[in-house]
Nanobody
Framework: QVQLVESGGGLVQAGGSLRLSCLAS????????MGWYRQTPGKQRALVAT???????NYAASVKGRFTMTRDNAKNTVYLQMNSLKPEDTAVYYC?????????WGQGTQVTVSS
């Protein structure tokens, strides 16, 4: 099991930027897929971006071209650079780590984008 701690959320105006970080309690080198998800009240948690062990990324259509996910294996950390933020990006953002046998989630970090 991997403990995940997200940070970097906050309040930003529309058009602004934030960078989220997700620090893992152990090496992420062997984790198959790391992902960022987001959730708003009354809705299911939705995929934002993923990155696999080879560094390949995948993005939701709504964030493609604005968000960039990266990983730093040496720091056991993944990042989500969010640019050109919109009010509809407001949500709690969660980090997820998936191995062959386990899936772990962080506690989430709130992102609020004001219009």
């Amino acid at each position: 099991q991997v403990q995940l701690v997200e940070s970097g959320g906050g309040l930003v105006q529309a058009g602004g930027s934030l960078r989220l970080s997700c620090l893992a309690s152990s090496s992420i080198f062997s984790i198959n897929v790391m992902g960022w998800y987001r959730q708003t009240p009354g809705k299911q948690r939705a995929l934002v971006a993923t990155i696999n062990s080879g560094g390949s990324t995948n993005y939701a259509a709504s964030v493609k071209g604005r968000f960039t996910m990266t990983r730093d294996n040496a720091k056991n950390t993944v990042y989500l650079q969010m640019n050109s933020l919109k009010p509809e990006d407001t949500a709690v953002y969660y980090c997820r780590a998936t191995t062959r046998t386990t899936t772990d989630w962080g506690q989430g970090t709130q992102v609020t984008v004001s219009s």
